[in-house]
């Protein structure tokens, strides 16, 4: 069944796609989403079951940006806002069979055993004074060896980017990844120095007031957040309907469709903005765009498997109050990446009497990890996880979402690829791309790109 012809059509629900078709939609431009799902918002997901709200992808952002805050904004009628508990400001780092607090102040620092007297000194020197880096492209590691030292980047880097990138650091390039870092690295000696003086630069570019502070949720869950944007679309939403086909036309693009109960559906429009995670957009663009579509099938992207899972108050000895443990690169037997006590950061996630942990799985370290059925992933993280927390009985609620290609790796000559293929895809007029393949992996960095698509999509009309 053919369409009307439609002005914008956005080619998939994540949140990306999501933020550029409801700031069209807000700007009254005829749009379009389509999405192969029955539901919006890609991995962010939620679910409640059993008393529990389980987080399926993403479990917290902090509004850093602009456009986001804009977002919640704007939403608040229709989701809440949910600060994180102070028991969250606690982390910590799995090292040598146990669990130990990142320290937060240099008082805790010194006494700190998460480091060695040698890497606290070293670590010292580097954030005092440390050799900058050069114009060119280089790893996390890298950056983090010449400030502060093989230690620290062996233990803390490596576990922080585990749980933000679920990546390796010696491929991850910095100026991909951070590039507000990488372009402080190249300027200034003294981390101390510039860190200090960053209040005062702020403060000559003018100060916005923040609404939101430090970690949040939404009291639905996350997923919630995607509903909304979803609901905000009306009829210029249309779920279960997964695009099969692209052909490029004078007047713009024509879509081939197939809904759930397998018809074909044709829709056209004259402005395309794929949406898609970048293998999927490849699949469709590579046929006309064989440029585009190899650099997109180029670009890797880490597996991740998370777990919720929930146990009985008295089953579990250890206290987990905090934001939960990460796990460094040098800790190569213990298989896990990272566990947030989810009931202790956001309580509102949990039920009375029970204790509700995530467990992540994967990433680069273990990329074949979605060959594993459920009960091996469930014997993995109970296996590691009975002693450490004083785990006595047996989960009453076991939750498993497998993503096969979750995160982007932003690997060294990222930012040179990316710019490869933004070229490319400029040679066909009306097509424009969003993803979290492109400028960040995070929701502030999907939500930021999604409204400057949709503001050089008004602008041009």
Known sequence: ????????????????????????????????????????????????????????????????????????????????????????????????????????????????????????????????????????????????????????????????????????????????????????????????????????????????????????????????????????????????????????????????????????????????VMALPAADAGRLLGTHLPEVGSILDSIVSAPLVVLNLAFKAPDVGHPMQGFGFLVPHNEPDFPLMGVLWADSAFPHHGRVGHRLIRVFIGGTRTPEVLSRSDDELLATASGALRELLQITGEPTLVDVCRYPAAIPQYHLGYVEKIERLRAAASSVNGLHLAGNYLEGVSINDCVRLGRRVAREIIDAR
């Open 1 to 272: 069944m053919d369409q009307s012809p439609r002005d914008v059509i956005v080619v998939g629900g994540g949140i990306s796609g999501l933020t550029v078709a409801w700031h069209l939609a807000r700007a009254g431009v005829g749009v379009t989403l389509l999405e192969a799902d029955h539901e919006v918002g890609g991995c962010m997901r939620s679910e409640h079951r059993d008393g529990f709200l389980l987080e399926k992808g993403p479990f917290n952002v902090i509004v850093r940006d602009e456009s986001f805050e804009e977002l919640l904004t704007s939403l608040s009628d229709q989701v809440q806002v949910v600060a994180a508990s102070k028991a969250a400001r606690a982390r910590y780092i799995y090292r040598n069979g146990r669990l130990i607090r990142v320290p937060t102040n240099p008082a805790a620092l010194v006494s700190s055993p998460l480091l060695s007297f040698e890497a606290k000194c070293r670590l010292l020197r580097g954030v005092l004074a440390s050799r900058r880096g050069s114009d060119a492209d280089y790893t996390i590691e890298d950056f983090a060896v010449r400030r502060l030292g093989q230690e620290v980047s062996d233990t803390l880097v490596s576990a922080a980017i585990a749980g933000i990138l679920a990546g390796d650091i010696r491929k991850l390039s910095l100026r991909a990844c951070f590039p507000s870092i990488w372009s402080f690295d190249r300027r200034a000696r003294s981390p101390l120095a510039y860190a200090l003086g960053t209040p005062f630069r702020k403060k000559k570019g003018g100060k916005r007031s923040r609404r939101w502070r430090g970690l949040v949720s939404i009291d639905r869950g996350l997923g919630a957040l995607a509903e909304a944007a979803g609901k905000d679309l009306g009829e210029g939403l249309v779920t279960g309907c997964r695009v099969e086909a692209l052909s490029l036309r004078d007047n713009g693009f024509g879509l081939t469709c197939v809904d759930d109960g397998g018809a074909a559906r044709s829709w056209s429009c004259r402005r395309l």
